[in-house]
Protein backbone atom coordinates (compact mmCIF):
# COMPACT_ATOMS: atom_id res chain seq x y z
CA UNK A 1 0.00 0.00 0.00
CA UNK A 2 1.26 3.84 -1.02
CA UNK A 3 0.77 6.49 1.43
CA UNK A 4 0.55 9.83 0.94
CA UNK A 5 1.62 11.87 4.06
CA UNK A 6 0.11 15.14 4.05
CA UNK A 7 2.18 17.33 5.60
CA UNK A 8 0.40 20.74 5.44
CA UNK A 9 0.57 21.54 8.97
CA UNK A 10 4.20 21.73 9.06
CA UNK A 11 4.18 25.18 6.84
CA UNK A 12 4.86 28.08 9.12
CA UNK A 13 1.25 30.04 8.96
CA UNK A 14 -0.89 27.13 8.13
CA UNK A 15 -3.80 27.37 10.52
CA UNK A 16 -1.48 28.34 13.34
CA UNK A 17 0.01 24.80 13.02
CA UNK A 18 3.59 25.05 13.03
CA UNK A 19 4.22 26.53 16.00
CA UNK A 20 1.23 24.53 18.21
CA UNK A 21 1.03 20.27 19.19
CA UNK A 22 -0.51 20.12 15.87
CA UNK A 23 2.99 21.30 14.32
CA UNK A 24 4.91 19.40 16.62
CA UNK A 25 3.14 16.15 15.98
CA UNK A 26 3.48 16.24 12.11
CA UNK A 27 7.13 17.59 12.38
CA UNK A 28 8.34 14.43 14.47
CA UNK A 29 6.24 11.57 13.18
CA UNK A 30 6.39 12.72 9.82
CA UNK A 31 10.39 12.57 9.98
CA UNK A 32 10.58 9.00 11.50
CA UNK A 33 7.68 7.93 9.16
CA UNK A 34 9.36 9.24 6.32
CA UNK A 35 12.89 7.42 6.89
CA UNK A 36 11.40 3.92 7.48
CA UNK A 37 10.73 3.68 3.88
CA UNK A 38 12.21 0.32 2.46
CA UNK A 39 12.28 -1.41 6.29
CA UNK A 40 11.85 -5.26 5.81
CA UNK A 41 9.51 -5.47 8.91
CA UNK A 42 7.06 -3.13 6.88
CA UNK A 43 7.03 -4.40 3.57
CA UNK A 44 3.72 -4.07 2.28
CA UNK A 45 3.62 0.34 2.69
CA UNK A 46 5.70 2.55 0.92
CA UNK A 47 5.42 6.58 2.46
CA UNK A 48 5.97 9.11 0.39
CA UNK A 49 4.84 13.18 1.26
CA UNK A 50 2.84 15.92 -0.01
CA UNK A 51 1.37 19.13 1.24
CA UNK A 52 -1.90 20.63 -0.50
CA UNK A 53 -0.38 23.71 -1.32
CA UNK A 54 1.87 22.16 -3.50
CA UNK A 55 -0.46 20.39 -5.57
CA UNK A 56 -0.76 21.63 -8.78
CA UNK A 57 -3.82 23.34 -10.33
CA UNK A 58 -4.73 24.15 -13.84
CA UNK A 59 -3.86 28.17 -14.45
CA UNK A 60 -7.23 29.18 -14.88
CA UNK A 61 -8.13 27.46 -11.74
CA UNK A 62 -5.46 28.55 -9.71
CA UNK A 63 -5.86 32.11 -10.53
CA UNK A 64 -9.62 31.97 -9.14
CA UNK A 65 -8.64 30.15 -5.86
CA UNK A 66 -5.88 32.91 -5.28
CA UNK A 67 -8.88 35.84 -5.74
CA UNK A 68 -10.54 33.67 -3.03
CA UNK A 69 -8.03 35.47 -0.71
CA UNK A 70 -8.38 34.24 2.83
CA UNK A 71 -10.61 31.52 1.85
CA UNK A 72 -8.30 29.88 -0.70
CA UNK A 73 -7.25 27.19 1.80
CA UNK A 74 -10.55 26.16 2.16
CA UNK A 75 -11.65 26.03 -1.30
CA UNK A 76 -8.44 23.74 -2.02
CA UNK A 77 -8.96 21.75 1.15
CA UNK A 78 -12.61 20.84 0.45
CA UNK A 79 -13.67 21.07 -2.88
CA UNK A 80 -10.57 19.93 -4.46
CA UNK A 81 -9.81 16.47 -3.53
CA UNK A 82 -12.92 15.13 -4.88
CA UNK A 83 -12.24 16.12 -8.72
CA UNK A 84 -9.13 18.19 -9.51
CA UNK A 85 -6.58 16.70 -7.41
CA UNK A 86 -8.10 13.16 -7.41
CA UNK A 87 -6.45 11.32 -10.28
CA UNK A 88 -2.92 12.78 -9.75
CA UNK A 89 -3.05 11.41 -6.11
CA UNK A 90 -5.06 7.86 -7.19
CA UNK A 91 -2.22 7.70 -9.62
CA UNK A 92 0.59 7.89 -6.59
CA UNK A 93 -1.17 6.87 -3.63
CA UNK A 94 -3.45 3.68 -2.45
CA UNK A 95 -4.27 5.92 0.99
CA UNK A 96 -4.07 9.40 2.15
CA UNK A 97 -3.16 10.21 5.50
CA UNK A 98 -3.96 13.42 7.26
CA UNK A 99 -2.28 14.43 10.61
CA UNK A 100 -5.14 16.48 11.37
CA UNK A 101 -8.53 16.89 11.04
CA UNK A 102 -8.60 20.34 10.39
CA UNK A 103 -6.63 19.57 7.15
CA UNK A 104 -8.68 16.83 6.46
CA UNK A 105 -11.20 17.33 2.99
CA UNK A 106 -15.14 16.59 3.30
CA UNK A 107 -15.03 15.29 0.00
CA UNK A 108 -12.26 12.85 -1.37
CA UNK A 109 -12.23 10.74 -4.33
CA UNK A 110 -9.40 8.60 -2.62
CA UNK A 111 -9.26 6.46 0.81
CA UNK A 112 -7.69 8.68 3.55
CA UNK A 113 -6.97 8.28 7.15
CA UNK A 114 -7.33 11.12 9.87
CA UNK A 115 -5.52 12.01 13.39
CA UNK A 116 -8.68 13.41 15.34
CA UNK A 117 -6.50 15.28 17.93
CA UNK A 118 -9.63 15.94 19.72
CA UNK A 119 -13.46 16.95 19.22
CA UNK A 120 -13.40 20.18 21.81
CA UNK A 121 -16.44 21.83 19.61
CA UNK A 122 -18.19 19.30 20.49
CA UNK A 123 -17.28 18.34 23.80
CA UNK A 124 -17.75 21.19 24.86
CA UNK A 125 -20.20 23.15 22.28
CA UNK A 126 -22.32 25.38 24.68
CA UNK A 127 -18.71 26.54 25.87
CA UNK A 128 -17.90 27.52 22.69
CA UNK A 129 -20.65 28.77 21.26
CA UNK A 130 -20.54 31.47 23.93
CA UNK A 131 -17.01 32.47 23.74
CA UNK A 132 -16.73 33.18 19.88
CA UNK A 133 -16.73 36.42 19.77
CA UNK A 134 -15.16 37.62 16.26
CA UNK A 135 -16.86 34.51 14.46
CA UNK A 136 -20.55 34.63 12.48
CA UNK A 137 -22.35 31.37 14.01
CA UNK A 138 -23.05 30.71 10.15
CA UNK A 139 -19.63 29.92 9.46
CA UNK A 140 -18.50 28.74 13.09
CA UNK A 141 -21.36 25.79 11.95
CA UNK A 142 -20.34 26.01 8.89
CA UNK A 143 -16.41 25.46 9.41
CA UNK A 144 -17.74 22.59 12.47
CA UNK A 145 -19.70 21.04 9.90
CA UNK A 146 -17.06 19.87 6.91
CA UNK A 147 -14.40 18.91 9.90
CA UNK A 148 -17.62 16.38 11.11
CA UNK A 149 -17.44 15.09 7.23
CA UNK A 150 -14.30 15.05 7.12
CA UNK A 151 -14.07 12.71 10.03
CA UNK A 152 -17.04 10.96 9.56
CA UNK A 153 -15.57 10.30 5.36
CA UNK A 154 -12.35 8.71 7.19
CA UNK A 155 -11.37 5.12 5.99
CA UNK A 156 -9.63 5.42 9.39
CA UNK A 157 -9.39 7.55 12.40
CA UNK A 158 -6.13 7.87 14.47
CA UNK A 159 -6.55 9.43 17.84
CA UNK A 160 -4.12 10.41 20.79
CA UNK A 161 -6.07 9.32 23.89
CA UNK A 162 -8.26 6.80 24.92
CA UNK A 163 -9.90 9.70 26.03
CA UNK A 164 -10.59 11.23 22.90
CA UNK A 165 -11.60 8.00 21.54
CA UNK A 166 -14.51 7.49 23.74
CA UNK A 167 -15.17 11.10 22.49
CA UNK A 168 -14.86 10.61 18.77
CA UNK A 169 -17.12 7.52 18.97
CA UNK A 170 -20.07 9.25 21.12
CA UNK A 171 -19.61 12.28 19.45
CA UNK A 172 -19.40 11.59 15.52
CA UNK A 173 -20.21 8.52 13.53
CA UNK A 174 -17.11 6.91 13.54
CA UNK A 175 -18.11 3.29 14.97
CA UNK A 176 -15.20 2.07 17.69
CA UNK A 177 -13.49 -0.75 15.29
CA UNK A 178 -12.61 2.09 13.17
CA UNK A 179 -10.30 4.58 15.74
CA UNK A 180 -6.73 3.22 16.75
CA UNK A 181 -5.26 4.90 19.79
CA UNK A 182 -1.66 6.25 19.08
CA UNK A 183 -0.07 8.15 22.14
CA UNK A 184 2.28 10.99 21.24
CA UNK A 185 5.41 11.60 22.31
CA UNK A 186 8.08 13.43 23.88
CA UNK A 187 11.52 14.56 22.07
CA UNK A 188 14.98 13.46 23.95
CA UNK A 189 16.10 17.14 23.84
CA UNK A 190 13.37 17.35 26.66
CA UNK A 191 15.30 15.13 28.82
CA UNK A 192 18.65 16.68 28.15
CA UNK A 193 20.61 19.52 30.38
CA UNK A 194 18.95 22.77 29.65
CA UNK A 195 21.09 24.89 26.75
CA UNK A 196 21.20 28.04 28.72
CA UNK A 197 21.21 28.67 32.05
CA UNK A 198 18.97 30.33 33.89
CA UNK A 199 20.20 33.37 34.78
CA UNK A 200 20.77 33.77 30.63
CA UNK A 201 17.02 32.57 29.52
CA UNK A 202 15.38 34.93 32.21
CA UNK A 203 17.18 37.52 30.92
CA UNK A 204 16.55 37.00 27.75
CA UNK A 205 12.78 37.04 28.46
CA UNK A 206 12.38 39.79 30.69
CA UNK A 207 11.81 37.51 33.24
CA UNK A 208 12.31 38.76 37.04
CA UNK A 209 15.86 36.76 38.20
CA UNK A 210 14.89 36.24 41.93
CA UNK A 211 11.13 34.40 41.92
CA UNK A 212 9.88 31.18 41.71
CA UNK A 213 8.64 30.75 38.33
CA UNK A 214 4.91 28.86 37.99
CA UNK A 215 4.89 28.32 33.98
CA UNK A 216 1.91 28.11 31.42
CA UNK A 217 2.32 26.94 28.12
CA UNK A 218 -0.38 26.58 25.51
CA UNK A 219 -3.26 28.66 24.46
CA UNK A 220 -5.77 30.85 25.56
CA UNK A 221 -9.29 29.46 23.66
CA UNK A 222 -12.11 28.73 26.97
CA UNK A 223 -11.34 25.37 27.68
CA UNK A 224 -7.88 25.97 28.66
CA UNK A 225 -9.17 28.28 31.56
CA UNK A 226 -6.36 30.94 31.61
CA UNK A 227 -8.69 32.91 33.40
CA UNK A 228 -9.21 30.39 36.30
CA UNK A 229 -5.10 30.02 35.86
CA UNK A 230 -4.50 33.80 37.05
CA UNK A 231 -7.36 33.19 40.33
CA UNK A 232 -5.18 30.17 40.79
CA UNK A 233 -2.40 32.09 41.23
CA UNK A 234 -3.97 35.10 43.12
CA UNK A 235 -4.73 32.50 45.50
CA UNK A 236 -1.21 31.15 45.67
CA UNK A 237 0.49 34.39 46.17
CA UNK A 238 -1.42 35.01 49.08
CA UNK A 239 -0.71 31.67 51.06
CA UNK A 240 2.91 32.67 50.59
CA UNK A 241 1.92 35.95 52.06
CA UNK A 242 -0.01 34.38 54.78
CA UNK A 243 2.89 31.83 54.94
CA UNK A 244 5.71 34.37 56.09
CA UNK A 245 3.74 36.74 58.58
CA UNK A 246 3.70 40.42 58.93
CA UNK A 247 7.03 40.66 60.23
CA UNK A 248 8.76 39.86 56.96
CA UNK A 249 10.40 42.51 55.53
CA UNK A 250 9.20 43.68 51.99
CA UNK A 251 7.38 40.12 51.27
CA UNK A 252 5.86 41.16 48.10
CA UNK A 253 9.40 41.45 46.44
CA UNK A 254 9.70 37.45 47.26
CA UNK A 255 6.36 36.13 45.48
CA UNK A 256 6.15 33.60 43.04
CA UNK A 257 5.61 35.00 39.45
CA UNK A 258 3.11 33.92 37.18
CA UNK A 259 5.04 33.51 33.28
CA UNK A 260 2.62 32.50 30.32
CA UNK A 261 4.06 31.50 27.00
CA UNK A 262 2.00 31.04 23.90
CA UNK A 263 1.78 32.74 20.52
CA UNK A 264 -1.72 34.20 21.82
CA UNK A 265 -1.90 37.76 21.63
CA UNK A 266 -3.73 37.71 17.60
CA UNK A 267 -6.40 34.91 19.22
CA UNK A 268 -9.82 36.11 19.08
CA UNK A 269 -9.81 35.81 22.97
CA UNK A 270 -7.12 37.48 24.10
CA UNK A 271 -8.71 40.03 25.06
CA UNK A 272 -10.86 38.70 27.13
CA UNK A 273 -7.53 37.33 28.97
CA UNK A 274 -5.61 40.68 28.67
CA UNK A 275 -8.52 42.26 30.60
CA UNK A 276 -8.56 39.83 33.22
CA UNK A 277 -4.81 40.06 33.75
CA UNK A 278 -4.78 43.59 33.91
CA UNK A 279 -7.30 43.68 36.57
CA UNK A 280 -5.55 40.95 38.87
CA UNK A 281 -3.61 42.78 42.05
CA UNK A 282 -0.90 40.53 40.98
CA UNK A 283 -0.35 42.44 38.00
CA UNK A 284 2.90 43.19 38.08
CA UNK A 285 3.81 39.00 38.73
CA UNK A 286 2.17 37.89 35.71
CA UNK A 287 4.27 37.73 32.95
CA UNK A 288 3.36 37.34 28.86
CA UNK A 289 6.25 36.17 26.84
CA UNK A 290 4.52 34.80 23.60
CA UNK A 291 5.47 32.40 21.59
CA UNK A 292 9.18 30.21 23.17
CA UNK A 293 10.88 28.57 20.25
CA UNK A 294 11.90 24.76 20.75
CA UNK A 295 15.40 25.63 20.96
CA UNK A 296 14.80 27.90 24.14
CA UNK A 297 11.49 25.94 26.21
CA UNK A 298 14.03 23.30 27.34
CA UNK A 299 15.88 26.35 28.81
CA UNK A 300 12.59 27.91 30.16
CA UNK A 301 11.52 24.90 31.75
CA UNK A 302 15.03 24.29 33.66
CA UNK A 303 14.47 27.67 35.41
CA UNK A 304 10.97 27.05 36.45
CA UNK A 305 9.80 25.55 39.76
CA UNK A 306 6.19 23.87 39.08
CA UNK A 307 4.44 23.72 35.76
CA UNK A 308 0.47 24.74 36.16
CA UNK A 309 -1.97 23.10 33.79
CA UNK A 310 -5.62 24.08 34.58
CA UNK A 311 -7.21 23.00 31.33
CA UNK A 312 -10.83 21.57 31.15
CA UNK A 313 -10.09 19.72 28.26
CA UNK A 314 -7.31 18.48 25.95
CA UNK A 315 -6.80 15.43 23.32
CA UNK A 316 -3.39 14.75 24.91
CA UNK A 317 -2.05 17.71 27.33
CA UNK A 318 1.77 17.30 25.40
CA UNK A 319 3.10 20.40 27.34
CA UNK A 320 2.45 18.93 30.95
CA UNK A 321 3.87 15.87 29.79
CA UNK A 322 7.16 17.81 28.34
CA UNK A 323 7.66 19.39 31.73
CA UNK A 324 8.01 16.26 33.28
CA UNK A 325 10.33 15.23 31.20
CA UNK A 326 12.39 18.09 31.97
CA UNK A 327 12.20 17.24 35.63
CA UNK A 328 9.82 20.57 36.18
CA UNK A 329 6.79 19.12 38.68
CA UNK A 330 3.09 19.38 37.01
CA UNK A 331 0.21 20.47 38.96
CA UNK A 332 -2.51 19.60 36.31
CA UNK A 333 -6.11 19.29 35.90
CA UNK A 334 -7.92 15.63 36.15
CA UNK A 335 -9.97 16.42 33.33
CA UNK A 336 -10.10 14.21 29.87
CA UNK A 337 -7.23 12.80 29.08
CA UNK A 338 -4.62 14.11 31.68
CA UNK A 339 -4.97 11.63 34.49
CA UNK A 340 -4.50 9.06 31.87
CA UNK A 341 -1.69 10.53 29.86
CA UNK A 342 0.24 11.86 33.05
CA UNK A 343 -0.91 9.10 35.58
CA UNK A 344 0.92 9.46 38.54
CA UNK A 345 4.12 12.05 37.61
CA UNK A 346 1.93 15.04 38.29
CA UNK A 347 -0.20 15.90 40.77
CA UNK A 348 -3.71 16.57 39.49
CA UNK A 349 -6.58 18.14 40.75
CA UNK A 350 -10.18 19.95 39.69
CA UNK A 351 -9.62 22.66 38.01
CA UNK A 352 -12.42 24.45 38.87
CA UNK A 353 -11.57 23.97 42.65
CA UNK A 354 -9.00 27.37 42.54
CA UNK A 355 -8.17 26.76 46.43
CA UNK A 356 -7.05 22.92 45.94
CA UNK A 357 -5.59 24.07 43.03
CA UNK A 358 -3.21 26.88 44.63
CA UNK A 359 -2.68 24.88 47.72
CA UNK A 360 -1.29 21.86 45.06
CA UNK A 361 0.92 24.66 43.69
CA UNK A 362 2.33 26.08 46.83
CA UNK A 363 2.57 22.59 48.39
CA UNK A 364 4.95 22.37 45.60
CA UNK A 365 6.90 25.69 45.93
CA UNK A 366 6.96 25.48 50.20
CA UNK A 367 8.12 21.90 50.04
CA UNK A 368 11.72 20.93 48.33
CA UNK A 369 10.92 17.34 49.19
CA UNK A 370 7.55 17.21 47.62
CA UNK A 371 8.70 19.09 44.69
CA UNK A 372 11.51 16.68 44.40
CA UNK A 373 9.72 13.85 44.52
CA UNK A 374 7.23 14.89 42.06
CA UNK A 375 10.02 15.91 39.62
CA UNK A 376 11.67 11.90 39.75
CA UNK A 377 7.78 10.34 39.19
CA UNK A 378 7.05 12.36 36.19
CA UNK A 379 10.40 12.46 34.66
CA UNK A 380 10.41 8.40 34.82
CA UNK A 381 6.80 8.35 33.73
CA UNK A 382 7.23 10.72 30.68
CA UNK A 383 9.85 7.88 29.54
CA UNK A 384 7.06 5.89 28.12
CA UNK A 385 6.15 8.07 25.76
CA UNK A 386 8.56 8.53 22.99
CA UNK A 387 8.15 9.58 19.05
CA UNK A 388 9.58 6.27 18.28
CA UNK A 389 6.49 4.91 19.54
CA UNK A 390 4.61 7.18 17.84
CA UNK A 391 5.38 6.18 14.14
CA UNK A 392 5.48 2.64 14.96
CA UNK A 393 2.24 2.40 16.12
CA UNK A 394 1.10 4.49 13.02
CA UNK A 395 2.72 2.38 11.10
CA UNK A 396 0.87 -0.71 12.51
CA UNK A 397 -2.17 0.71 11.74
CA UNK A 398 -1.05 1.29 8.02
CA UNK A 399 0.39 -2.37 7.57
CA UNK A 400 -3.27 -3.84 9.67
CA UNK A 401 -4.63 -1.82 6.41
CA UNK A 402 -2.55 -2.83 3.92
CA UNK A 403 -3.42 -6.45 4.69
CA UNK A 404 -7.00 -5.59 4.52
CA UNK A 405 -6.95 -3.49 1.68
CA UNK A 406 -5.17 -6.50 -0.32
CA UNK A 407 -7.58 -9.01 1.02
CA UNK A 408 -11.19 -7.44 0.60
CA UNK A 409 -10.63 -3.58 0.50
CA UNK A 410 -11.13 -1.25 3.59
CA UNK A 411 -12.82 -3.00 6.08
CA UNK A 412 -13.20 -1.48 9.96
CA UNK A 413 -10.54 -2.26 12.47
CA UNK A 414 -9.21 -1.47 15.65
CA UNK A 415 -5.92 -1.28 16.89
CA UNK A 416 -4.77 0.05 20.40
CA UNK A 417 -1.38 1.26 20.92
CA UNK A 418 -0.08 2.71 23.91
CA UNK A 419 0.98 2.60 27.74
CA UNK A 420 0.54 -0.82 28.91
CA UNK A 421 -1.18 0.26 31.88
CA UNK A 422 -3.78 1.44 29.59
CA UNK A 423 -4.12 -1.31 27.40
CA UNK A 424 -4.52 -3.78 30.43
CA UNK A 425 -8.24 -1.81 31.02
Known amino acids: MRVGLDITA???????????GIGRYASELSSRLLASAGRPDHPDVTITSFRQTA?????????GVRLLGEHRHVARQHLLFSGVFADSLATQYDMLHFLSQLDAPAWCAVPYCVTVHDVIPLVLADRHQTNAPLREPWRRRFSLGLEQKA????????TVSHASARDIERLT???AENISVVYNGVGPEFFAPPRKPAHQIRAELHLPADRDLILYVGGIDPRKNVEGLISIFEQTCQRALDSRGPSS???ASTLPALVIAGDVKHDTHYPVVQRR??????????????????EDLRSLLGTTAVFA??????GFGLPPLEACAAGVPVVSSNRSCLPEILGDGAVLCDPDDTDDFSAKLWGILSNPDHAQAVSRRGTEHARKFTWDKTAEGTLAVYDRLAKQV???GPQPFRLAVGHPAVMSR
Open 173 to 175: AVS
Open 249 to 251: ADP
Open 309 to 314: FPSLYE
Open 10 to 20: MEPGFKCHASR
Open 406 to 408: SRR
Open 151 to 158: IAGAAHVV
Open 55 to 63: LPLPGWLAS
Open 277 to 294: INASPMRAAIHEIGYVPD
